[in-house]
Structure formats: structure tokens, C-alpha cells
């Protein structure tokens, strides 16, 4: 055992480590708020380096398996996730990650602190935030527009912090006809009215949280006008309707379902991803009929900035962790962070983790403020519903693909050790990619900032640019470089067009010429 050993990586308390947070955390909160919520976030970090760690580790190792059929050759479709996955469930809810958000201890800052607390609490719970972020998203559904009833009996379960009582909910609207164009979709619901229920079969292609206790999903819905021929739907996004359903009863028997097989994915291994046949699945509509995609848009619009969210903790961990390597490898007679191009990388890095940061909450403050304030105050309906709107798609491309380049980045910055799984930046590189497809590819996203400036006249593209320029103009007297540069704030606004992907150049004619084929 001799010859040269590198020192150790530090494990660091995110919180108390990284000024970024920190300090959007003092712009965004009242100083007593953050004060009172430090002890708990900084208690959170503990937990992600300590017992989250584990269970990330033991979540990989034995990841989710599907054993479809008993030793008698019964079809049981049991889905067997591990100790340490049901372990996250219940830490979830002890520490209350979704019902922060809805006891609205602090009003409109509940949410930047649940988002806070969610982003440190991710780096230890890993893939667990997919099922928690869908659970966010009907849980603010039914808070929207859920009957007395799905509030008492599901609503609460999914804001509760006992373990005993909490649920965690999946969203099924990808289909194999289309996961954009969920217009195609196939499945259909038909009105029992034995069980005063609809009845709904079809195939749902990727079902994420395959282990959650209730679901959202998209249906074709069966006239139920009794005038109306049997069978007859609308084609299209206008003929589905949203509903909801148990995926399992008291019992742990499948509510209708078939677990075809589990995804056999690049990352995000330690996630139960299935493709489900529906047959006879017995639901509840979730509020009007042929509304279903303008309903389920609200989870979307939630679980899009939990993307955001999670590309921003991906890339805070893995920047701190470069740095603290870089304060402590040797090259070439200096240690790498004094190493002045080394430094500009890390710089580099850093800058595009505190722009994903600042975005992303720029973003909660606006959903706490819009979920806690009357809607009707002028500053709440006529700028923070249009302008969430806007960028929230923005949010989800933009942090996506920074946090692929970053984590290429971090894992360049570790040399060869980078490239091997130990350090766990490979597993972090792959999980984060898959931010550019689920909720949302980035085109479908530009696609959907165009809806948007189109719906709203513009108004909402020249609500960000004013917005910009009302953040910019302090800047401007105290930093000089942003005093000389004239359009930095139509610099600002072409990035939102640059992904709409209609920003023309003479070029571009011909490129498509050349992808066509
Ligand atoms: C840590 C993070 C973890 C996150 C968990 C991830 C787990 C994985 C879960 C999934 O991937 S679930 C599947 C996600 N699927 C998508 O995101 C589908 C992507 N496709 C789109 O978003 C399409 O744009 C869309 C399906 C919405 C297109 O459908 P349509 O019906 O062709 O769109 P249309 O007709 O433009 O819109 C219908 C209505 O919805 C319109 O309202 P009106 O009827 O009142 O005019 C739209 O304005 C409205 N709408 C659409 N998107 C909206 C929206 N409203 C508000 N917000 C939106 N985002
Ligand atoms: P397509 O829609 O066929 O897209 C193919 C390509 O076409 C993409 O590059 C897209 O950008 C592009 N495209 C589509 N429309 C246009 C257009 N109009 N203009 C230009 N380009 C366009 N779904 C669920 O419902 N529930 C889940 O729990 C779930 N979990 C998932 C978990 C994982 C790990 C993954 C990878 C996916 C999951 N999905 C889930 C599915 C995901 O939401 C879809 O894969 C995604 O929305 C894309 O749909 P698609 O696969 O049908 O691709």
C-alpha cells in the first residue's frame, strides 16, 4: 500500500457550503422566514449526505423488478421495489416535501421554501422527487378543481405528513400513438353506471410511479348523453377528460391494470417505469368533460418547474463537489483551482448554475404568489399568471440542457476518475438527460412558449422584456459592463425566441433542405 493517494472529496452540507442559495434565499424570503427555516434545511443536508446517501446507494444496487407471474402461473403483476424505496416514501412525508406547499404556513413564501427544502432533500432522496413532484401536481389539481370528496379522501393523503395516511400519485398521459400529441390517445372511458364510475381501458406507454397509490390520466371519453350513439367520442385533444383513480385498492390488488413490462431505460434506473394495460380501470372525472388537457396542464406546469428544480441541484452538487476537488488536486506543480484555465472552466460552470438558480426561483416566487394571493390583485392576474406562463416552458429547456453541459463538465473536471461509476457522476449525468423528454420535449416546449405569446397576444413576451428591463436598469448604474452593452435586455428576450426555434437565419433554409433528406 504505498506510493501517492489522493485526498478524499469532502462531504459537504450543500446549504451552509454554497453562497448561490443562500443568497437568493435572503432576496426572496422575509428575514424571520429564512431564519426560521435554516435549522430544518440545514437538518435536510445532514440527512442527504447521511441516511439518503445509503438509501441512494442500496436504490441502485437492487434496482425495481416486475414478477409477473406466481409458480402456478396465476398473472400477479407484482411490482417489487426495494426497502429503501418505500424508506423514501416515508421520509418524504415526515418531512412534509409536498405538504410545505399547501399548510401555507408562510403564505406565498410556503413555496420557495418547500422548493428549497425539495432541492436539497433530492441530492438524498434521488429519483424519489419524480413521484413526489407528480404528486404535487394532483394534489394542486384537486385543489383546483376536485370535488368535496377527492379533497377529503385524496387531497389530504397527498399534503399529509404521516406516513400511514400518505399518497403519492402518477400522471398517465404518454401513449404509443403520442406522448406530445396527446391528441392521439387511444384510451377510452365508458360511464358504469352500476358503479356510478367510469371505466377505462387502453394502454398507458410509460407510467413512472407504476408503485403510487392513485393516478391522473387522460381519457377518451363515450358520450354519456343517453341520446348519444353507444360508443361515440370526439377525435383529438377535445374529446379527453381527466380522471382519477386508485392503482391499487386496500388490498394491494391492481385497480384494472396489467403491468406489461418495466422500461429498460439509459438512466433514472431506480425508478419503476411501466407500460400499463388498462382494462376495466374504475375512475372519477376530474372536472369538465373534454377538458381534460386544459386540467392536466396544471400538473404540468408544476412538475416542469420541479425539472428546473432538480437540473438546479444536480448542477449545485456536482459544481461544489468540482470545486472541492480542485482545492485539493495537484497538476503541474499547482492545485487545479489556482490552474487559471481550469479556473475559467469552473467559472464558467458556476455561472450557469447561479443563472439555472435565479431562474428557477424567480419561477417559485411567482407560483407561491399566485397559489397564496387573491388572483385578482391587478400585480397577480395581469403579471404573475402570464409571465409563470411564459417562462416556465423556457425554465424547463433552459435548465435541462445546461445541467447536461454541466454535468460533461464536472465530469471532465475529475480527469479519468470522472468517467468511473464510484464517483457518481456518471449515474447523475444520465438521470439528469432525461429532463429534455419527460414533461415535455424541448421543441414541443418552444411549441408551447409560441401558444403562449400567441394566446396572449404578446402581451406576456412584452410583460418578460419589461421585466427584464426593470431588473436590468439597477444593474446598469453599478455595473459598467452592463452599461455598455445597449440590448442586453433584447439579448435577453431573443434567448426566450431562440427556443421557439423560429429564430431565422439565410442558413437555415438549407439545413432543412439537407435534414429532409
Ligand atoms: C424532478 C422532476 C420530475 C418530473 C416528473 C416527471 C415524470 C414523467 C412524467 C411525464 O413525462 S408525464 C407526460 C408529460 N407529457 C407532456 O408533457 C406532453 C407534452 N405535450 C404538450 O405539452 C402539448 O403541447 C399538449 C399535449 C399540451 C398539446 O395538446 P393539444 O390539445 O394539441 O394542445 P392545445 O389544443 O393547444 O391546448 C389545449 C388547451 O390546453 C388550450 O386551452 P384552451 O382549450 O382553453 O384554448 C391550451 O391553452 C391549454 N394548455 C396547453 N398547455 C398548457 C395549457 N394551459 C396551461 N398550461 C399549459 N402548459
Ligand atoms: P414524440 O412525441 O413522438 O416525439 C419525438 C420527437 O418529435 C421529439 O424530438 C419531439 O421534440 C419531436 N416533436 C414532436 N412534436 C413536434 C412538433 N410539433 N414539432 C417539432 N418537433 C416535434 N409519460 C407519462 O405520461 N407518464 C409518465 O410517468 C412518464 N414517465 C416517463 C419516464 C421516462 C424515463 C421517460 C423517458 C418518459 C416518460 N414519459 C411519461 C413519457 C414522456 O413524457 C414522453 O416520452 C414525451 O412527452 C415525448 O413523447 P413521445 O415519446 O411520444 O415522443
Redesign the pocket.
Known sequence: DVGFKQDLPKVQNTFLEDPVMASVLERLLPTHVLQEITPDLVQICDWANTEGAALLDRMEADQPRLRQYDSWCRRVDELLVTEAWNKQKDIAAREGVVAIAYERKYGQYSRIYQMAKLMLW?TGAGLY??????TDGCARVLELIGTPEMKEQVFSRLTSRDPSKFFTSG????ERPG?????RTETQAVWNEDKKAWSISGFKW?S??TDADVTMLLARTHDPNPSAAPGATKD???G?SLYLARVRDDQGKLNGVRIHRLKDKVGTKALPTAELELDGMVAQQVGDTY?G??NI?????I??I??G??CTAVMQKLLLGAKEYARRREVFGALLKDQPLHLATLANMELQYRATSQFTFYCVAMLGRIEALDNNLPEIRDRDIPLL?LL??ILKIWSAKNAFYLSQEAMESYGGQGYMEETGIGRAMRDVL??T?????SN??S??LL??MA?TKGEAMQLYSDTIRGIMAPLRSKTPWIQSSKSLEECLVLIAIRFTSYATADGRKTLEASARG
Open positions: 433530492s422527487s419524480c413521484p413526489i413532484a407528480m400522471q398517465w398521459m404518454t406522448g406530445s400529441d396527446v391528441g410509460f413512472s410511479a383529438g385533444s377535445r379527453l377538458r388537457v386544459k396542464s396544471a400538473i404540468l406546469n412538475t416542469r420541479y425539472c428544480m432538480n406562463r416556465t416552458p432525461v429532463n423528454i419527460w414533461e415535455g420535449t414541443v416546449l411549441l408551447d401558444r403562449v394566446e
